[in-house]
């Protein structure tokens, strides 16, 4: 059976140098830090297998994070092409690197719909992620 090939994941120079800051970064959570950092090694081309040995993660998780940022990667080159600041560059990344499926799957209210609009009122497909 053959060897199921990882999503690709493209970086760009900004995303690079944003992702480096959050993952170095002392006061950011643990677990955001690890998936900058799986970010920036899968953006390398390193393996699924060869990410999960080195940030000490499942496989799994791996797969799932990188699947998660390329199908972010629309919705990141929109923002940059927008002209948005790097602070709210920033704010996205850290959002598709936070955990989406527990906002998915509560029940969203039209005030937090709002904010997100408001944030990003030009992302409709990271809108769409999270709705």
């Given at each position: ?17 944003l ?8 006061t ?5 830090v ?5 970010v ?73 719909r ?11 497909d ?6």
């Open positions: 059976m053959p060897t199921p090939k990882a999503k690709v994941c493209t970086v760009s120079d900004r995303q690079h140098q992702l480096e800051q959050i993952s170095r970064k002392a950011n959570p643990h677990r955001l690890e998936r900058a950092k799986l920036l090694l899968a953006a390398d081309g390193i393996n699924n297998t060869e990410i999960s040995n080195r940030l000490e993660m499942n496989r799994n998780q791996v797969r799932m994070w990188r699947a998660r940022w390329a199908d972010a990667s629309a919705t990141l080159a929109e923002a940059e092409t927008s002209a948005t600041s790097d602070k709210k560059l920033i704010q996205l990344i850290v959002d598709i690197l936070r955990e989406f499926h527990k906002i998915k799957s509560a029940k969203l209210t039209e005030h937090y709002g904010c997100l609009q408001t944030i990003y009122p030009s992302c409709t990271f809108l769409a992620l999270c709705l």
